[in-house]
């Protein structure tokens, strides 16, 4: 039979109906057995389907009339049964055998296809009704060959019906094309599907009939009108919202087909058959998605066809359909699984809140009165549209219809459903995380709560969502959020919390001029209304009200004297919009005695301050406190770490020193709402400024202290006052703190330039810092002259008294008044805490120094290396110390200040000879950073010999000697009669600046006195090689022979009488040693390098020595030196002993000994101290000791002298050494 | 075209938003930043994807009934958030992406601006030369008719 459609394909049978008839139990039961591959078309994937169908007898009528859309009524198939008998070989027939196997038996034919053979479509079922093997396998060949041709001729239907189906869309430009009919045909197809359980291409062509319906709507939009289309946008009269309970909406569907649907019909009719195909397809949150997209899409398409929608029609059509599809979800799914899916479905109930609430305000349902007769009017026109209850939701208590209904009944039961679907959706938000759409629903409800008159309710929500804009540092939401929030304080009587949030909006620069205004009057009508608590004070923060812009202090360094006056200037930036008049601004001060005493010098405190006393605040950052803005800039520093033993480098790095700031916990809890406990602080010191009238922006405002007790103040608070109501800053940062001292007077003397230099005049300078002593008419230094050291008075020295801030207040000129002892400089006039600053010219004399070396240091040979030497040693200058004290007019006790000063030259002499004659030269050194001009140098015997004369062979007199330079005098030694055995000379030259111009006054000259001894040249030492005997040169490796002549050029002296002199005969002689070395290793000495002889003291005796030596190498060879020694006695008690043969035996020993041939006094001196310590093992034995000879009594006439040597002709050694 | 472009920073504070001057101002503040909600929970569902594969278009936050709120997201999460009237229709997803893309672009060249501080504002009204060139970048999108 054909009935409504089930998912079977219909099959249609003709023939034998009893035949047909007992065999449909095996047929229909058998047939959906096996599944079958379904290959389709367009490349869609195969799939395994079960075929089941539905057999009905065949009739005429029953074939395909052309233009047929009904496929799922349609048969595909048709089936001929007859019974034949066969006779086979096997055995008999069968009544219930069928087929003859040549005859047609059972004949299929596919309606479509052309009968071309029919062979293939007979088929003999053989014994259909019996139970054997045989049977089973014609059966199961049957079925087979059945299924295939049902699924074939199925497929084959299908497709034209698709093909037909499109051909019918293309059409869909031309006139008279209708929508509607074409839905019909597109759903046949998915009823097909969904028969089939193809749901997935079942929701297709609804998918796809959906999206051509939003085409032709944009397309209508756009002025594309299709003229079927304009059939939907008749005004909507009926708004019950979606049904998605019935799996199809049958009258819907009908009112389609009808051609009678509105838009919202359409639309109904196709989410209920999308949900109910997404519901099969077990994606129900894909339900709820598609859901909130049609309504709202649903509501765009009916402005844009311009339907007319009665007010609240919509918000009812959506508020239901909300609903419906939540219980539709509800109803198949469990708890668990909605709650894990709260985010797909809290759009939709959130949707439903907005649309509740806005019906709840269209009928008068939030209003304080209730709703008046028009909103009544409305309320009944909207129920009206709403129909009567479907039947299968009118045994549901819950159903969307009846919470609408109920809803809209009255005040109350409205508030309950509002509040209810509130919370559910507040609730949902949170608890996925959504906090700020929880928020945004919060202030509805908040804002319902105010309509409702229950400030108490909203402020929390309101709070809520406030915390959360300023936490992220949305301006417009907070200024929004703010402004309700006043209202709801204000309503609330929360004084303190409504001034404050008005504060802020005074200030909020989102808000109108007019408003602000009105929030800054609110503030000044509160504080000019009489208070019934007098002294009751309100306290606010600062920071919206005016913020602190910058500080200065004068004087700038924001240090003052005790008694001085300190003014502060700060800049208030007032944040209102009209004039504010302030009856005191007042700074609350701490104060603390400074415990670090030197901090109270003005010096220290002047060196540690901002330059310009300017101290700028931090602009406030008040609504955005996220933002990195408001976080401090990083405060980077080198760090270098050192090892404490050798103060190398260990570690080094960058530290940050505000990571405090940086890395805090930010306060999630601070709310700027809230009165923020602002405490006032009373302090003792306060700085005041009253009746202050704040201009909207810049104001400045100065306050005057009067400096009292010493110590140092921070500045802590700033209050403004307006009425009852305070303004607080509760701290003050960055610190601002200014100094109070006492000081007492002192004087500083300290010279102008790195150091001062003796012997000509020096600049030094004198600061009087006054502290609390007050220089009157007549005070003066008194300066106790130091010997040696000179205070210049020049006629125009001026002293220059200064501020405490450095601020030149006068000047005066100096008055110096100078006695044999004592100098006294009148100070001019200065008041307390003033500096007094003036120059004066010292000089201090040259005074020689002590007298240079002794006669033994003179002579040396070779002066030029020894002044090498003297340059490696330093070129620090002697200085010299003068203690002056000054007495001070401030105090009983002198002041004593050392001066030192350096001496800039350095001087050395040496004695220099040739044979018998004598020089004496002076070498002056120039160890300061200036250039001098020497003149008038000057050598003199001080002993005042007659018989000697000083021959200067110095040129100029006068001469220039450059920093770091040195100049070199020479005199010859000339005397007649015997000379005597010491000199003692002076030296003086004349110096000045280079630089100078004109000095006022003359300088001492440089002097530098010295004492030459023992210079006379009593021998002469002659040393000559000669070849071996028969060569003509030497050769290196051949003996070659030294002869030392030794010469006695003077008779019996002075000098010569010590304990090697004997007498005999009236002869004289004393003894000497001689020693031949060689320290260039030039030579080999072979046999003995030294000896003792006797040398007879009259002149022109002579000594000769000869030895043999070996040169070593070859060229021009210097000549090995002699040395001559006073051999003496033995003595007990001279510590200096020497074993003499011991070391005449060791050559080495006495190289080394000997090594330093240009003893000083101080080298011969430790030279002494080696000898005896290594000699200590001697000590007591009777010894001889040796005494070298002064430079200047034997003179080496062989020195410089040099010998050729020729390589030997074997000698072809070359030494290469390769590193 | 669209009705409001928001450009927010990874703290979630607005850097930059503006909306078409006729409609309410604050409408869109209020519909930006309670879209934030969506982006915060795309982005931590991305969070599991690999980094340089990560998509920074975020698609559709949430539709009201008027309009539809598209975001963004940067490396650096700084978040684009694009409001779009529902009417305009003609607007697809690979438009709207590709005017993200130019918003990233712009804003990137404001980050490059030496004189920009990161994290400040992008003054809509300043008569700074360095938001100029975002700022009409961002007009352009909003009166475009597409």
Known sequence: ?1219 | MAVCIAVIAKENYPLYIRSTPTENELRFHYMVHTSLDVVDEKISAMGKALVDQRELYLGLLYPTEDYKVYGYVTNSKVKFVMVVDSSNTALRDNEIRSMFRKLHNSYTDVMCNPFYNPGDRIQSSGSVSLSRAFDNMVTSMMIQVC
């Not at chain 1, 040129?955 to 220039?960: E, M, N």
Request: with cysteine; net charge negative.
């Open chain 1, 1 to 1219: 039979s054909l009935g409504s459609p089930q998912p079977l394909p219909p099959g249609s049978s003709a023939g034998d109906q009893n035949l047909f008839t007992s065999v449909y139990p095996t047929l229909s039961q058998q047939l959906p057995r096996e599944p079958m591959e379904w290959r389709r078309s367009y490349g869609r994937a195969p799939k395994m389907i079960h075929l089941e169908s539905n057999f009905v007898q065949f009739k005429e009528e029953l074939l395909p009339k052309e233009g047929n859309k009904a496929l799922l009524t349609f048969p595909f198939l048709h089936i001929y049964w007859t019974e034949c008998c066969v006779s086979t070989s096997e055995g008999k027939r069968t009544r219930g055998g069928i087929g003859l196997k040549m005859s047609v038996a059972l004949c299929m034919e596919g309606l479509s296809q052309i009968v071309c053979s029919c062979l293939c479509r007979c088929v003999v079922l053989s014994d259909p009704l019996k139970d054997s093997s045989r049977t089973q396998e014609s059966w199961n060949a049957f079925l087979t060959k059945l299924r295939t041709l049902l699924l074939m001729s199925f497929t084959k239907n299908l497709g034209k019906f698709e093909d037909d189906m499109r051909t019918l869309r293309e059409k869909r430009t031309e006139p008279g094309w209708s929508f509607c009919e074409y839905f019909m045909v597109q759903e046949e197809l998915a009823f097909v599907f969904e028969m089939l359980q193809q749901f997935e291409d079942a929701l297709v062509q609804y998918d796809e009939l959906d999206a051509l319906f939003s085409q032709y709507v944009v397309n209508f939009g756009a002025g594309d009108g299709a003229n079927w289309l304009t059939f939907f946008c008749q005004p909507v009269k009926s708004w019950n919202g979606l049904i998605l309970r019935k799996p199809i909406d049958m009258e819907k569907r009908e009112s389609i087909q009808r051609r009678e649907a509105t838009l919202l019909d359409l639309r109904s009719y196709l989410f209920s058959r999308q949900c109910t195909l997404l519901l099969f397809l077990q994606r129900p949150w894909e339900v709820a998605q598609r859901a909130l997209e049609l309504l709202h899409n649903c509501v765009q398409e009916l402005k844009l066809l311009e339907v007319s929608v009665p007010p609240g029609a919509l918000d009812c059509w959506v508020f239901l359909s909300c609903l419906e599809v939540l219980q539709r979800i509800e109803g198949c799914c469990d708890r668990a699984q909605i709650d894990s899916n709260i985010a797909h479905t809290v759009g939709l109930w959130s949707y439903a809140t907005e649309k509740l609430k806005s019906l709840g305000y269209l009928c008068g349902l939030v209003s304080e009165k209730g709703p008046n007769s028009e909103d009544l009017n409305r309320t009944v026109d909207l129920l009206a549209g709403l129909g009567a209850e479907r039947p299968e939701t009118a045994n549901t208590a819950q159903s969307p219809y009846k919470k609408l209904k109920e809803a809209l009944s009255s005040v109350e039961a409205f508030e309950k459903h509002y509040l209810d679907l509130s919370h559910a959706t507040i609730e949902m938000y949170t608890s996925i995380g959504r906090i700020r759409s929880a928020k945004f629903v919060g202030k509805d409800l908040a804002e319902f709560y105010m309509r409702k008159k229950a400030p108490q309710k909203a402020e929390i929500y309101l709070q809520g969502a406030l915390k959360n804009y300023l936490a992220e540092g949305w301006a417009l939401p907070i200024t929004h959020t703010r402004k309700q929030l006043a209202e709801c304080q204000k309503h609330l009587g929360q004084i303190e919390n409504y001034l404050q949030t008005s504060s802020l909006l005074a200030s909020d620069h989102h808000l109108t001029e007019e408003e602000r205004k009105h929030f800054c009057q609110e503030i000044l009508d509160f504080a000019s209304q009489p208070s019934d608590n007098p002294g009751h004070k309100i306290v606010l923060p600062m920071q919206s009200f005016a913020q602190l812009r910058d500080l200065h202090f004068d004087p700038s360094n924001a240090v003052v004297h005790v008694g001085g006056v300190l003014c502060i200037e700060i800049t208030m930036y007032s944040q209102m919009p009209v004039p504010v008049h302030v009856e005191q601004i007042v700074v609350n001060v701490h104060f603390s005695i400074e415990k670090n005493s030197y901090r109270k010098t003005a010096e220290w405190l002047t060196k540690h301050k901002t330059s310009n006393g300017i101290i700028n605040f931090p602009p406030e950052t008040a609504p955005f406190p996220v933002s990195q803005n408001s976080l401090p800039a990083l405060e980077l520093y080198e760090m270098f770490e050192r090892s404490p033993s050798d103060n190398s480098l260990n570690t080094t790095g960058i530290i940050c020193r505000n990571v405090h700031m940086l890395l805090r916990r930010q306060e999630s809890s601070s709310s700027l709402e809230m009165p923020s406990g602002v405490a006032l602080e009373e302090g003792a010191h306060v700085l005041r400024c009253s009746h202050v009238t704040l201009e909207p922006g810049a104001n400045q405002i100065t306050f005057r202290t009067q400096a009292k007790e010493p110590g140092t103040y921070t500045l802590r608070q700033l209050c403004a006052s307006v009425g009852s109501v305070w303004f607080v800053l509760p701290h003050i940062y960055p610190i601002v703190q200014y100094d109070v001292y006492s000081q007492e007077p002192q004087l500083h003397v300290e010279p102008l330039a790195d150091s001062l230099l003796a012997g000509i005049p020096q600049k030094v300078k004198f600061t009087v810092t006054t502290g609390h002593y007050t220089i009157k008419n007549g005070d003066s230094l008194q300066l106790s002259n130091a010997e040696a050291m000179l205070i210049l008075c020049q006629a125009e020295s001026r002293a220059v008294v200064y501020s405490n801030t450095r601020e030149q207040s006068s000047d005066a000129a100096l008055r110096i008044q100078s006695s044999d002892k004592v100098t006294s400089i009148s100070l001019p006039v200065a008041p307390a805490y003033h500096v007094i600053e003036f120059e004066l010219e010292v000089l201090s004399l040259p005074s020689a120094p002590a007298l240079g070396g002794e006669s033994d240091m003179l002579g040396m040979a070779e002066p030029h290396r020894k002044h090498k030497d003297k340059q490696k040693t330093g070129h620090c200058m002697v200085t010299t110390d003068h203690k002056v004290s000054i007495d001070c007019p401030w105090s009983i006790y002198s002041t004593v200040i050392a001066l030192t000063f350096s001496v800039p030259f350095r001087t050395t002499h040496a004695l220099l000879s040739s044979g018998t004659r004598k020089y004496v030269q002076v070498c002056v050194q120039n160890l300061s950073e200036l250039d001098f001009q020497l003149s008038d140098s000057y050598l003199v015997d001080t002993s005042d010999s007659t018989d000697l004369q000083l021959v200067p062979l110095n040129t100029q007199s006068q001469q220039p000697i450059y920093s770091k330079q040195s100049v070199f005098f020479v005199w010859e030694l000339k005397w007649t009669e015997e000379p005597p055995p010491s000199l003692h000379c002076q030296f003086s030259v004349g110096f000045s600046p280079a630089s100078e111009e004109q000095l006022s006054i003359s300088l001492k000259p440089y002097t530098y006195e010295f004492k030459v001894e023992n210079f006379f040249t009593l021998y002469n030492v002659k040393a000559e090689i000669f070849p071996p005997s028969g060569m003509e040169y030497c050769r290196t490796g051949s003996l070659c022979s030294l002869e030392v002549l030794i010469t006695r050029l003077s008779d019996l002296l002075e000098v010569d009488k010590d304990e090697a002199l004997t007498e005999s005969d009236e002869h004289f002689s004393t003894k000497l040693m001689y020693e031949v070395v060689d320290n260039s290793s030039n030579w080999a000495v072979c046999g003995k390098s030294c000896g003792v002889i006797s040398m007879p003291v009259a002149a022109r005796a002579t000594h000769r020595v000869h030895m043999e030596v070996m040169p070593l190498f070859a060229g021009y060879l210097p000549l090995p030196d002699v040395r001559l020694f006073k051999y003496l006695p033995h003595h007990s008690a001279h510590s200096s002993q020497l074993d003499a043969d011991s070391w005449i035996e060791n050559d080495s020993l006495s190289v080394d000994k000997h090594g330093d041939d240009q003893p000083d006094s101080s080298s011969l001196k430790s030279r002494g101290s080696v000898h005896s310590a290594c000699s200590s093992e001697h000590k007591g034995l009777p010894m001889p000791r040796l005494q070298a000879l002064p430079a200047g009594q034997v003179f080496n006439s062989s020195s410089g002298t040099q010998v050729l040597v020729i390589p030997s002709q074997d000698d072809h050694v070359l030494e290469v050494s390769v590193t």
